[in-house]
């Protein structure tokens, strides 16, 4: 596998579902990044990681848990959503620093029940 | 804040021929970067190009160019010889040099290529 990948692709969930999104790099990446994009809306970024450790929230809901256990790995779970929480959510890394570049992954396209 | 509008929703070219997406920001930073992402139906978002502020010369890739006007604050992308797997999604976004990580972005122009 190479750049960033996600699982699962698609996802189905109930509002009392929990659930989890991941996300790998293979970039040898030290920043990685949660963005939602929603229908007729901008992606908007949710967190942020740098060297496991959040540097960021964009003020989200805490029903969105995010986790870092390493530099390669982002989490995203998930408990009693919102159908307005439907979205494509797109995780991203970069080498970290100010004049970086962020990469994506494919996103995983979530729909709330 | 920045802002990043995208003015274009639809964008429609023949293949071959030229194509220029618009993207104009708002900052009052002087130091900062600008990208052109393309999101096909696969989903994925991928990495045109990038621009960085403080370079007056606009940065090209292949068949793919700016025209970065800094006083302006424009920043247009020229996809030359338009070819069917350029139909995508198009983002522009602006990321500050200094402090937040994040890419704030336009909301995108969706281009079309007709053979």
């Known amino acids: 596998e190479t750049g960033v990948t996600q699982t699962p692709r698609h996802l189905v969930m109930g509002m009392t579902n929990k659930k989890s999104l991941k996300c790998e790099q293979h970039?040898?990446?030290?920043?990685m990044y949660w963005y939602k994009q929603s229908a007729k809306k901008p992606l908007e970024l949710m967190f942020v990681y740098n060297f496991k450790e959040q540097t960021e929230n964009n003020s989200v809901p805490s029903r969105f848990s995010p986790e870092c256990p390493n530099s390669s790995h982002l989490f995203l779970h998930l408990h009693t959503l919102q159908p307005e929480d439907s979205a494509l959510y797109l995780c991203?890394?970069?080498?970290?620093?100010?004049?970086?570049?962020?990469?994506f992954g494919p996103g995983t396209r979530l729909t709330v029940l | 804040a920045q802002t990043v509008t995208q003015s274009q929703p639809e964008m429609s070219v023949q293949e071959a021929e030229t194509v220029t997406l618009s993207c104009t920001y708002d900052t009052s930073e002087s130091d900062y970067y600008l990208f052109w992402y393309k999101q096909p139906p696969s989903r994925q978002m991928i990495l045109v190009i990038r621009?960085?502020?403080?370079?007056?010369q606009n940065a090209t890739e292949n068949r793919f160019s700016v025209n970065f006007q800094k006083a302006a604050k424009s920043f247009s992308l020229k996809i030359s010889d338009s070819q069917l797997g350029d139909a995508a999604m198009y983002f522009c976004?602006?990321?500050?040099?200094?402090?937040?990580?994040?890419?704030?972005f336009g909301q995108g122009t969706r281009l079309t290529i007709n053979p």
């Open positions: 621009q960085e502020a403080y370079k007056q």
């Open positions: 991203a890394s970069s080498p970290g620093g100010k004049r970086d570049t962020q990469y």
């Open positions: 970039l040898g990446h030290n920043a």
């Open positions: 976004a602006y990321r500050s040099a200094e402090g937040a990580q994040k890419l704030v």
